[in-house]
């Protein structure tokens, strides 16, 4: 009986411990969560699939998703922040989440950059400027000319706050120009209204922009962000002499804290993941340029870009409460 008592008061105490922590040099010895941000089907969403596909046979444990929207994807983005990081959560973050929302939220649930571990840069992504056929410019030293003339221009984005409204703003703030934004509910009702004449100019990102411009149904001007190779003819605002030497980058994250062993094989699965040739295709297809870059590089790009579009958004007065 004595034994029975001590026994039970054994299994007691080891209930009411916490769990041990896993072994970092046995990871992973279950699946993954890949808590994604973005509506099932839409760009994000599509690259962290293809992503979880790959990195889940390199690591010899599936991952699956879970797609939270809402909040411009800064709520998904916080659930992630609040996720344990133990790395069993992890998500694919882009301009918006992890550098344009510190830019723009003065509320902003988290720190994009001490909330998370930086797994590595995904790949690079152009917001292409275009235009219709008829517009009276064909490049950015057209349309500063144009403006210098007194036209009065417009310009569409899909949102404030939206890479494409900072992308144009950088453009006024570095060459003089004035350009009205004129905000739209989504990419799609733009690019409807660009091909409709509704609007003439705007600024659209690559996947959508690229069959418009080689059917002709719109022109490009410049590509804010490194050349596309989706669009190779297309000069960047660096190349046109606008100042911006900024990439538009797409990387991987997990919860801050992570285990350096844990971050190092999540890093690798994803380096060997972007050097696979069908995922290579597919997010080129996307308008997305794979381009692996260490977790902690990344991290300082992060601080650096985050630091320079905060003044972008200070001096065009963009803020979203």
């Known amino acids: 009986m004595k034994l029975r008592i001590v026994a039970f008061s054994l299994l007691a105490v ?12 046995a990871y992973p010895t279950h699946r993954i969560r890949m808590l994604l941000p973005y509506a099932a089907g839409g760009g994000g969403d ?23 929207t809402g909040a411009a994807g800064t709520l998904g983005t ?11 959560t992890i ?11 510190p830019a723009i939220y003065p509320k902003l649930p988290y720190d994009s950059i001490k909330d998370f571990t930086t797994i590595g840069r995904v790949g690079v992504s152009a917001i292409i400027l275009v235009a219709t056929k008829d517009f009276a410019a064909n490049d950015i030293k057209g349309l500063i000319a144009l403006a210098k003339k007194g036209e009065a221009i417009q310009y569409g984005s899909w949102g404030v706050g939206s890479t494409g409204q900072f992308c144009a ?12 934004h004129v905000p739209f509910n989504g990419i799609a009702k733009l690019a409807g209204d660009l091909l409709g004449g509704h609007i003439s100019l705007a600024t659209l990102d690559v996947a959508t922009a690229t069959p ?21 003819d297309v000069a960047s605002y660096k190349e046109q002499g606008v100042a911006f030497d900024r990439s538009l980058s797409w990387a991987m994250y997990a919860p801050a804290g992570l285990a350096p062993p844990i971050a190092q094989k999540l890093s690798a699965a994803l380096k060997d993941a972007l ?5 290579k295709e597919k997010l080129l297809g996307l308008g997305i340029t794979p381009q692996f870059v260490p977790g902690d590089e990344q991290r300082d790009i992060n601080a650096r870009d985050i ?7 200070k001096d065009a007065s963009i803020e979203v409460k």
Do not use: F
């Open 14 to 25: 080891s209930a009411a411990l916490p769990a041990r922590a896993e072994d970092p040099a």
């Open 212 to 232: 418009l411009v080689k059917d002709g149904s719109i022109k490009a001007l410049a590509a804010c962000g490194e050349r596309s190779p989706s669009l190779p």
């Open 91 to 101: 998500t694919v973050g882009g301009m918006t989440t992890h550098v344009l929302a």
């Open 275 to 279: 050097g696979d040739a069908a995922v």
């Open 169 to 180: 703003e950088i453009l006024m703030q570095q060459t003089g120009i004035k350009m009205e």
């Open 78 to 88: 916080q659930m992630v922040a609040t996720s344990p990081n133990d790395g069993y």
């Open 307 to 313: 630091a320079a579009w905060k003044q972008v958004a």
């Open 46 to 68: 599509v690259v962290g699939r293809l992503l979880a596909d790959k990195m889940g046979k390199t690591l010899g444990q599936s991952i699956y998703i879970e797609n939270h």
